[in-house]
Every structure is written in C-alpha cells, then in structure tokens.
C-alpha cells in the first residue's frame, strides 16, 4: 500500500523524525503488523510510505484502518492525517492474458505453448532452487525437478525449462533460446519457465503469484526478493519451439565432440611427430658414435 502522512502547518524549528511517524503507523495497524514500511517521498507538507503486509489477503482491511487515521507526536499540538490506499501494479490480469491469446493471429489456442498455460519467472535466486547440500557450492545450478515440484501445488505440470541448466542455450539464436534476460553473468539469479496441463493450473499460479514477493524462511529469519511473473508471448514451450532447440542442441553437441576428436587428433599427431623427432635424433646420435 501506499500512505501519506500530511504534516501540521505550524512546524517551524520542529523536526519530524521517519522512525517516530512509522512507529505510530505500525501502532495504528495493530492487531496486522507491517512486513515492509519505507520513506518513498518526504517534502514540507507530507511524507509518503511504501508498505507491505506479510499476508496480502488483509490487505484491504488493512488499508481501511489505516486511510482517514490521525496520528500524535510528542511535540506537536496538531494531528497528522494519513491516507492509504492500496499501490497499483502492473501484474497481468485474466482480461490480458485471455485478450492476447484470442486476438493474436499467429497462435493456435488448441496447442500446448499457443494458449495461456505458461509462465514466465525472472529474477530468483538460483540456491533457492538447489539442493540444500550443494548451496555453498560454486557453480551451482537450479533444479528443475525442485522448480517443477513447487509449481505442482497449482495444478498438474506439462514441462518446466530453466535454460541457464542447458549449457547449450546460449549459443542457440534468441528467438528459440528462452533468454530474456541478461543480468545473471554471476550466477545468483536465474528465469524459468512452467507449463501447466490445464487452464486452471495457470490461473490458480498467476493468481498467487499477484502482488507477491518470493520468501523462504528459515528458523531464526525470513528473506525475500522482487521477483517478475508474467504469462509468456513467444511459445517457448510450444512443441515446436522444443524440437526446434532440440534440433539445433543436437547439432552444438556434434560440433562439440568433432571439435573435440580434431583437437584430440592434432594432440596425437603432435606426440607422434614429436616420437618420430626424439628417434631420428638418436638415430643421428648412434651413427656419430
């Protein structure tokens, strides 16, 4: 959500301090309890927050409470008013989604990857996504089979792609590659794709995913990240976008071994020239004696 807290008019030689104003603000929220609340914006009449609520689902009430509320500062005679309300986002709506499947002329909604069923995940970070065992290590890769399991809950699975897991994907052409991104050099965040069976399936996941940070807790704290979902455009995960990858992974992996047997018959021909180098020169050696 976002507040507003407008200050008193009479204010001179008075601070206001940001901590002292989110105090009241947590107060006044009671029994819910903020999970993010930050100064976006702070000028002479107002300052603006940013907040977040830990359960989206009290959100409007919680916007309820806390729109028309009046707040007390040690100090100041006069009341602070606050206004709330709840942040707009650009998350997709089942309008967008069934809009552009239905009026692109180069979709066949009776095909898997051609209709809305899939998603699009940027932004997570990839010892999220691995075995526990292997978190500290380096050069980590993402599980499909965990990414996969996370999503079952939503509905029955078709097939998920991770494409940092393929080391071939990157020498394919963007058009096929599923790389939308360029911001993972350093192997901390990765994207993915998920296909679900049935329409239901995506819609429960997008509906979930509304508005949310991605948070893992652990025994003693929690953390989260920003991550972006959207439904995906460009039928990566069509039948035909997968056989066009496979077609050209096949293709990288033959150039691969016969780059590989070339350098491995230039490495023998060169032991061989220097074997018959070692004996021509004791063969000289033998014959000056």
Known sequence: MTISVSLPVNKTGKSISHLDVMEKLSAALKPDKFFVLKASKSTLEFIRFEAELEDRKKLRSAT??????????????????????????????????????????????????????????????????????????????PSESIFKRIFEKFGSVRIVDIPVCDPYRNKMNADINGMKTFSYEHGVLFEAYVQFDEYVGFVRAMDDFRGMKLVRKFVDKTQAININVTFDKTKHLSDAQILRRERVRKRLIQKAQTEEEEREKKKKDELERQERERLRFLGSQVKCQ
């Not at 040690?74 to 709506?93: H, I, L, Y």
């Open 64 to 141: 309820s409470r806390l729109d028309g509320a009046t707040l007390r500062l040690s100090g100041f005679s006069e009341s602070f008013r606050v206004r709330a309300v709840e942040a707009k986002d650009d998350f997709p709506t089942r309008h967008d989604w069934d809009s552009f499947f239905r009026d692109a002329s180069n979709m066949d909604e009776m095909k898997a990857g051609e209709r809305p069923d899939t998603i699009h995940l940027t932004h997570l970070p990839i010892r999220w996504f691995c075995p526990r065992h292997m978190e500290n290590e380096e050069n980590v890769k």
